[in-house]
């Protein structure tokens, strides 16, 4: 287990911004696919910040 396991979290939300970036610049998504994609993008994109506003 983690010592800090707030740096883990943000981690893991770069990490799946990250993804949800790659899977949005595959030109090969259906369009309701890439809508779902950035919503899921602005919500952990939100949680983040506020994440980050806590500390």
Known sequence: MSDNPGSDTERHLREALRHLGAAQDDD????????????????????????????
Do not use: M
């Open 28 to 55: 090969d998504l259906r369009k309701t696919h890439a809508v779902a994609l950035e919503e899921v993008s602005n919500t952990v994109s939100s949680v983040l910040r506020e994440y980050e506003g806590d500390e």
